[in-house]
Protein backbone atom coordinates (compact mmCIF):
# COMPACT_ATOMS: atom_id res chain seq x y z
CA UNK A 1 0.00 0.00 0.00
CA UNK A 2 1.33 3.63 -0.82
CA UNK A 3 1.83 5.87 2.14
CA UNK A 4 2.50 9.30 2.41
CA UNK A 5 5.77 9.83 4.86
CA UNK A 6 8.25 12.40 5.77
CA UNK A 7 11.75 11.39 4.88
CA UNK A 8 15.08 12.14 5.73
CA UNK A 9 16.46 13.70 2.17
CA UNK A 10 19.75 12.74 2.96
CA UNK A 11 18.51 8.87 2.72
CA UNK A 12 17.15 9.50 -1.10
CA UNK A 13 19.15 8.95 -4.55
CA UNK A 14 18.09 9.41 -7.90
CA UNK A 15 19.21 7.73 -11.10
CA UNK A 16 18.97 11.11 -12.87
CA UNK A 17 22.03 12.96 -12.49
CA UNK A 18 21.98 16.16 -11.34
CA UNK A 19 23.62 17.41 -14.31
CA UNK A 20 20.17 17.32 -16.08
CA UNK A 21 18.59 20.53 -14.50
CA UNK A 22 19.72 24.15 -14.41
CA UNK A 23 21.11 25.36 -11.33
CA UNK A 24 19.04 28.75 -11.28
CA UNK A 25 15.92 26.55 -11.18
CA UNK A 26 16.99 24.48 -8.64
CA UNK A 27 18.11 28.00 -6.74
CA UNK A 28 14.77 28.93 -7.02
CA UNK A 29 12.79 26.33 -5.89
CA UNK A 30 15.63 25.62 -2.93
CA UNK A 31 14.64 29.19 -1.72
CA UNK A 32 10.81 28.27 -1.96
CA UNK A 33 11.40 25.32 0.11
CA UNK A 34 13.19 27.18 2.46
CA UNK A 35 10.96 29.87 2.41
CA UNK A 36 7.60 27.71 2.87
CA UNK A 37 9.06 25.20 5.18
CA UNK A 38 8.87 22.10 2.49
CA UNK A 39 7.79 20.63 -1.05
CA UNK A 40 4.19 20.96 -2.08
CA UNK A 41 4.74 18.20 -4.31
CA UNK A 42 5.90 15.69 -2.48
CA UNK A 43 8.35 12.92 -4.15
CA UNK A 44 7.36 9.58 -5.11
CA UNK A 45 10.07 6.86 -3.83
CA UNK A 46 10.44 3.18 -3.80
CA UNK A 47 12.00 1.71 -0.67
CA UNK A 48 15.73 0.49 -1.33
CA UNK A 49 16.62 -0.46 2.30
CA UNK A 50 15.71 0.93 6.75
CA UNK A 51 15.06 4.41 5.93
CA UNK A 52 16.54 4.92 1.99
CA UNK A 53 15.21 5.36 -0.94
CA UNK A 54 15.11 5.90 -4.16
CA UNK A 55 12.88 8.49 -6.00
CA UNK A 56 10.40 7.24 -9.20
CA UNK A 57 9.38 10.50 -9.96
CA UNK A 58 10.01 13.81 -8.92
CA UNK A 59 13.93 14.03 -9.68
CA UNK A 60 14.10 17.56 -10.13
CA UNK A 61 12.29 18.57 -6.37
CA UNK A 62 14.35 16.22 -5.01
CA UNK A 63 17.46 17.96 -6.29
CA UNK A 64 16.11 21.19 -5.79
CA UNK A 65 15.68 19.57 -2.17
CA UNK A 66 18.95 18.55 -1.85
CA UNK A 67 20.02 22.22 -2.60
CA UNK A 68 17.83 23.83 0.09
CA UNK A 69 19.83 21.23 2.73
CA UNK A 70 22.93 22.36 1.05
CA UNK A 71 21.98 26.12 1.86
CA UNK A 72 20.47 25.35 5.16
CA UNK A 73 20.87 22.28 6.76
CA UNK A 74 18.93 22.99 9.91
CA UNK A 75 15.65 23.52 7.63
CA UNK A 76 16.08 21.68 4.86
CA UNK A 77 16.56 17.85 5.96
CA UNK A 78 13.36 16.45 5.37
CA UNK A 79 10.81 16.18 2.84
CA UNK A 80 7.37 14.60 1.99
CA UNK A 81 7.27 11.81 -0.27
CA UNK A 82 4.69 9.13 -1.29
CA UNK A 83 6.63 5.46 -0.41
CA UNK A 84 5.75 3.14 -3.08
CA UNK A 85 5.68 -0.74 -2.68
CA UNK A 86 8.15 -2.56 -5.29
CA UNK A 87 5.60 -4.38 -6.66
CA UNK A 88 3.66 -1.24 -7.73
CA UNK A 89 6.88 0.75 -9.01
CA UNK A 90 5.79 0.27 -12.95
CA UNK A 91 2.41 0.57 -12.31
CA UNK A 92 3.20 4.11 -10.80
CA UNK A 93 5.78 5.04 -13.48
CA UNK A 94 2.63 4.47 -15.71
CA UNK A 95 1.15 6.60 -14.10
CA UNK A 96 3.72 9.14 -14.47
CA UNK A 97 4.00 8.49 -18.13
CA UNK A 98 0.33 9.49 -18.86
CA UNK A 99 0.19 12.39 -16.25
CA UNK A 100 3.39 14.42 -17.91
CA UNK A 101 1.93 13.35 -21.34
CA UNK A 102 -1.21 15.16 -20.84
CA UNK A 103 0.63 18.00 -18.57
CA UNK A 104 0.19 21.53 -20.15
CA UNK A 105 2.57 24.52 -19.02
CA UNK A 106 0.02 25.73 -16.92
CA UNK A 107 0.48 22.95 -15.07
CA UNK A 108 4.42 22.68 -14.38
CA UNK A 109 6.21 24.37 -11.19
CA UNK A 110 5.52 27.73 -9.98
CA UNK A 111 6.54 29.61 -6.96
CA UNK A 112 3.89 28.46 -4.71
CA UNK A 113 1.66 30.92 -3.67
CA UNK A 114 1.76 31.20 0.07
CA UNK A 115 -2.31 32.43 0.73
CA UNK A 116 -3.49 29.68 -1.84
CA UNK A 117 -1.27 26.38 -1.05
CA UNK A 118 -0.96 27.22 2.86
CA UNK A 119 -4.04 24.99 3.61
CA UNK A 120 -2.51 22.45 1.54
CA UNK A 121 0.67 22.03 3.56
CA UNK A 122 -0.95 22.50 7.15
CA UNK A 123 -3.63 19.78 5.77
CA UNK A 124 -0.69 17.34 4.79
CA UNK A 125 1.17 17.76 7.90
CA UNK A 126 -2.11 17.08 9.97
CA UNK A 127 -2.18 13.43 8.08
CA UNK A 128 1.10 12.89 9.13
CA UNK A 129 0.73 14.32 12.61
CA UNK A 130 -2.16 11.62 13.21
CA UNK A 131 -0.18 9.05 11.18
CA UNK A 132 3.08 9.35 13.85
CA UNK A 133 0.46 9.13 17.06
CA UNK A 134 -1.12 5.92 15.11
CA UNK A 135 2.90 4.31 15.23
CA UNK A 136 3.38 5.25 18.40
CA UNK A 137 -0.17 4.00 20.06
CA UNK A 138 0.57 0.74 18.15
CA UNK A 139 3.75 -0.45 17.01
CA UNK A 140 4.82 -3.23 15.27
CA UNK A 141 4.11 -6.68 17.75
CA UNK A 142 7.39 -7.83 16.06
CA UNK A 143 9.33 -5.00 16.11
CA UNK A 144 12.55 -5.31 17.41
CA UNK A 145 14.63 -3.15 20.15
CA UNK A 146 16.84 -1.68 17.85
CA UNK A 147 14.23 -1.19 15.04
CA UNK A 148 12.50 0.39 17.63
CA UNK A 149 14.56 3.18 18.68
CA UNK A 150 15.11 4.12 14.94
CA UNK A 151 11.92 3.80 14.35
CA UNK A 152 11.05 6.99 17.19
CA UNK A 153 13.81 8.63 16.58
CA UNK A 154 12.67 8.90 13.38
CA UNK A 155 9.41 10.07 14.61
CA UNK A 156 11.00 12.86 16.74
CA UNK A 157 12.42 14.46 13.82
CA UNK A 158 9.58 14.26 11.76
CA UNK A 159 7.42 15.41 15.07
CA UNK A 160 10.52 18.38 14.53
CA UNK A 161 9.44 19.22 11.09
CA UNK A 162 5.82 19.77 11.63
CA UNK A 163 6.46 21.81 14.55
CA UNK A 164 9.03 24.19 12.26
CA UNK A 165 6.26 24.14 9.20
CA UNK A 166 3.68 25.27 11.75
CA UNK A 167 5.39 28.10 13.45
CA UNK A 168 5.67 29.31 9.84
CA UNK A 169 2.20 29.17 9.39
CA UNK A 170 1.76 31.54 11.98
CA UNK A 171 4.61 33.83 11.96
CA UNK A 172 4.93 36.64 14.70
CA UNK A 173 3.16 39.96 14.08
CA UNK A 174 5.15 43.07 13.47
CA UNK A 175 6.61 44.67 16.03
CA UNK A 176 4.03 48.32 16.55
CA UNK A 177 5.52 51.64 15.64
CA UNK A 178 6.41 54.38 17.84
CA UNK A 179 4.03 57.34 17.58
CA UNK A 180 5.81 60.47 17.21
CA UNK A 181 3.89 62.56 18.65
CA UNK A 182 4.17 61.24 21.97
CA UNK A 183 7.38 59.25 22.47
CA UNK A 184 10.40 60.08 23.79
CA UNK A 185 13.85 60.77 23.03
CA UNK A 186 15.14 57.51 24.31
CA UNK A 187 12.05 55.20 22.69
CA UNK A 188 13.12 57.00 18.90
CA UNK A 189 17.24 56.46 19.78
CA UNK A 190 16.27 53.05 20.97
CA UNK A 191 13.96 52.28 17.60
CA UNK A 192 16.47 53.77 15.37
CA UNK A 193 19.33 51.94 17.05
CA UNK A 194 17.91 48.84 15.94
CA UNK A 195 17.33 49.35 12.39
CA UNK A 196 21.45 50.67 12.27
CA UNK A 197 20.95 54.22 12.48
CA UNK A 198 24.41 55.54 13.67
CA UNK A 199 24.73 58.83 16.42
CA UNK A 200 24.97 61.07 13.85
CA UNK A 201 21.91 60.08 12.27
CA UNK A 202 19.89 59.83 15.62
CA UNK A 203 21.15 63.14 16.73
CA UNK A 204 19.69 64.46 13.69
CA UNK A 205 16.44 62.97 13.77
CA UNK A 206 15.33 64.21 16.93
CA UNK A 207 16.58 67.78 16.08
CA UNK A 208 14.40 67.40 13.20
CA UNK A 209 11.28 66.29 15.16
CA UNK A 210 11.82 68.83 18.10
CA UNK A 211 12.19 71.29 14.85
CA UNK A 212 8.46 70.83 13.77
CA UNK A 213 7.17 70.08 17.29
CA UNK A 214 7.85 74.26 18.13
CA UNK A 215 5.20 76.70 18.43
CA UNK A 216 3.65 77.38 14.91
CA UNK A 217 4.97 74.23 13.35
CA UNK A 218 3.48 71.07 12.49
CA UNK A 219 4.64 67.78 12.83
CA UNK A 220 4.10 65.73 9.49
CA UNK A 221 5.72 62.97 7.04
CA UNK A 222 5.91 66.09 4.40
CA UNK A 223 7.32 68.42 6.89
CA UNK A 224 10.11 66.20 7.73
CA UNK A 225 10.76 65.39 4.55
CA UNK A 226 11.31 69.04 3.93
CA UNK A 227 14.44 69.00 6.37
CA UNK A 228 16.32 66.68 4.57
CA UNK A 229 16.60 69.18 1.63
CA UNK A 230 18.51 72.55 1.54
CA UNK A 231 16.28 75.45 2.35
CA UNK A 232 15.58 77.09 5.95
CA UNK A 233 13.96 73.90 7.39
CA UNK A 234 17.07 71.99 6.57
CA UNK A 235 18.45 69.81 9.42
CA UNK A 236 22.03 68.96 9.02
CA UNK A 237 22.58 65.51 8.79
CA UNK A 238 19.31 64.47 8.97
CA UNK A 239 18.90 63.38 4.97
CA UNK A 240 16.67 61.06 2.94
CA UNK A 241 18.37 57.64 4.87
CA UNK A 242 17.57 58.43 8.22
CA UNK A 243 14.14 59.88 7.14
CA UNK A 244 13.56 56.52 5.86
CA UNK A 245 14.65 54.88 8.69
CA UNK A 246 12.37 56.60 10.94
CA UNK A 247 9.66 55.77 8.96
CA UNK A 248 10.22 52.42 9.24
CA UNK A 249 10.07 52.34 13.25
CA UNK A 250 7.66 55.52 13.49
CA UNK A 251 4.05 56.67 12.77
CA UNK A 252 2.21 60.04 12.88
CA UNK A 253 -1.33 59.40 13.45
CA UNK A 254 -3.81 61.78 11.46
CA UNK A 255 -7.28 62.91 12.90
Same mark, same amino acid.
Given at each position: MTKFLIVEIEGVTSSVPRSNFEEADLDILADSILESGGILKPLVLKKIGFEKYEV?????????????????????????????????????????AFIQKVDTPDNQFKP?????????? $??????????????????????????SEQRFKSIENKLEHILSVLEKLIPPPPPSKLNLLTATDEQVMNA??????????????????????????? $??????HKSTKSGENKITNFANATYQKLKNVAEIPTE
Open positions: IDGHFEYYAAVRAREKNPNRGEIVNAFIIPAEKEDAVLNQVPNRETEIGKL $LDQNKQIYAKINQIIANPPANTETVDLSKVGANTNQIKAALKAIEYWQNSGKI $LTWENL
